[in-house]
């Protein structure tokens, strides 16, 4: 048995199919994963994402710490509730985990990370840490729901507590309104418009279940997946991980190469392959051709190998199979993928899938 | 619970067969492995004309989640597919038993259907499975 959020009781109710991941217990799906997947896209879904860890960074050093931990840059981060991703690199470039970093006030941060990579996320911090004048704070304490689709504020907003309800609906995309016990973030991992919104573990319930009596669609790990990949969005674990780093995982806009004086860690290693012209490509497959793209599938051209499918599957939005794949530099416009030993024709794509519930690429 | 048809024969690996009386046997998959692999999405038939050997890998069913290779059952000579599960796959999940047939073969040795699972057999691999 996996560890269980706060919300467990709750998916079984709902008749949730339940799978392990990350070493948690969550739902894949309530019934029908295209349902969910449609529903976020055309009204509204709600995702228990309680196995997120929010990790809290306060202390005098905290921005010097989160600038050596961090590729990208907290010095951006002027605004209160401004919302930051980033990847946390180790000294050889590869990724140790991918986050959101909130910012809650002078040397106040909310991180939060993947749930399967929390624990060695937390070792991690605490071995960097040494000689800062900081304190992490691992959130043992909060749960998380995301509201995620065109109608989802709106609907949420009525369910939020009053001290922050209208900073809440007044916020830009990637904010968050920082209320006395609940958190909300103006985030999400499906392309939509939405809230992320962090709480005690036992006012869960209650919003669940509001939002729940609010005609809302539960959505499962299954939709939350096709959801991301039509968004282009990376997974932690697929698309990168402790071998593979951001330039390499269409994460290059997430580095902060300015100032150059900042020695964030993994930056030596990063400069490296930036100017390496072996260095791969990560792009967007849209399949012309019949079949469903899976991970780990071979990109041919001309009928070789030149890469490999990281996240691949069936787009709902779009009717068609899409994916992203690492791949040798200069692929054209069209490649292969080979099929259980078929060669399938696909276009080479940007890795933007759907935003705000339309295609963004010509099908 | 997922249905079992009194009427049908089965594989531990899911799949159903109807023999019919003219020599032939349709094959699906059948209400629980439907329900197992979810929303299904692409299915890739077996080309009509090819001879098979009984477990041989003949289709493809893939869902939102995964794809899952559908052994035949029994031995023979494909002579039609479902043509339209090329663009609605999901007839598979709204009538597994029914509109949602993969396959029929001209069957090698209508013997060979004993060797098969009956309906309580096959829901005695369902109840294990639990």
């Given at each position: 048995m996996g560890l269980r959020t706060p919300l467990f009781a709750e998916h079984e109710r709902l008749n949730a199919r339940i799978v392990p991941f990350g070493g948690w217990d969550m739902?894949?799906?309530?019934?029908s994963q295209l349902e969910e997947h449609h529903a976020v896209r055309r009204r509204a879904g709600i995702f228990d994402v309680s196995h997120m860890q929010p990790v809290d960074i306060t202390g005098s050093g905290a921005s010097a710490f989160l600038r050596r931990l961090l590729?990208?840059?907290?010095?951006?981060?002027?605004?209160?509730g401004k919302a930051l991703y980033s990847c946390m690199l180790n000294e050889q470039g590869g990724v140790v985990d991918d986050l959101i970093c909130y910012y809650r006030g002078p040397e106040r941060y909310r991180l939060v990370v993947n749930a399967g990579t929390a624990d060695k996320d937390l070792d991690w911090m605490q071995a960097q840490?040494?000689?800062?004048d900081v304190h992490i704070d691992r959130r043992r304490d909060l749960a998380m729901i995301a509201i995620q689709g065109p109608q989802a504020r709106a609907v949420a907003a009525a369910l939020l507590p009053a001290d922050c309800r209208d900073a809440a609906l007044a916020i830009a995309p990637f904010f968050a309104a920082d209320g006395a016990r609940w958190f909300v973030g103006?985030?999400?991992?499906?392309?939509e418009d939405g809230f992320e919104v962090i709480l005690p573990a036992e006012d869960a319930p209650e919003l669940w279940q509001g939002l729940i009596a609010a005609g809302i669609q539960p959505c499962g790990l299954g939709a939350r997946d096709t959801l991301r990949l039509e968004a282009g969005m990376n997974l932690y674990g697929q698309d990168m991980d402790e071998t593979v780093g951001p330039l390499e995982s269409?994460?290059?806009?997430?580095?902060?190469?300015?100032?150059?004086?900042?020695?964030?860690?993994?930056r030596e290693a990063l400069t490296a392959l930036?100017?390496?012209?072996?260095r791969r490509d990560f792009v967007g497959l849209l399949l012309t051709g019949r079949g469903v793209l899976r991970g780990h599938q071979q990109v041919l051209s001309d009928g070789r190998p030149v890469g490999e499918i990281t996240s691949g599957g069936f787009a709902p939005t779009l009717e068609r199979s899409i994916a992203l794949a690492r791949v040798a530099p200069?692929?054209?416009a069209t490649c292969a993928v080979d099929i259980r030993g078929k060669a399938v024709p696909a276009r080479v794509v940007?890795?933007?899938?759907?935003?705000h519930g339309k295609p963004a690429q010509a099908l | 619970m997922s249905a079992v048809h009194a009427d049908l024969h089965y594989t531990k690996t899911h799949e159903w067969v109807k023999v019919h009386g003219d020599g032939t046997a349709t094959v699906g998959i059948t209400d629980h492995a439907q329900e197992a692999l979810g929303d299904i999405v692409f299915v890739e038939t077996p080309e009509v004309g090819r001879q098979v050997d009984a477990g041989d890998g003949c289709a493809v069913v893939e869902s939102v989640k995964a794809a899952s290779d559908i052994y035949t059952p029994l031995a023979g000579e494909?002579?039609?597919?479902?043509?339209?599960?090329?663009?609605?796959?999901e007839l598979i999940n709204q009538s597994a038993y029914g509109d949602g047939w993969i396959f029929t073969l001209r069957v090698?040795?209508?013997?060979?259907?004993?060797g098969l699972l009956d309906a309580a057999g096959y829901q005695a691999v369902l109840d294990a499975e639990v």
């Open positions: 739902p894949l799906h309530y019934g590729a990208n840059d907290v010095v951006k981060l002027k605004d209160p840490a040494v000689g800062f103006r985030t999400g991992y499906t392309g269409g994460l290059g806009w997430t580095i902060a190469w300015e100032p150059a004086e900042r020695r964030f860690i993994g930036r100017d390496n012209p072996a200069g692929l054209g940007k890795t933007t899938f759907v935003r | 494909v002579v039609e597919v479902n043509a339209a599960l090329a663009d609605t796959p090698a040795d209508p013997g060979a259907v004993s």
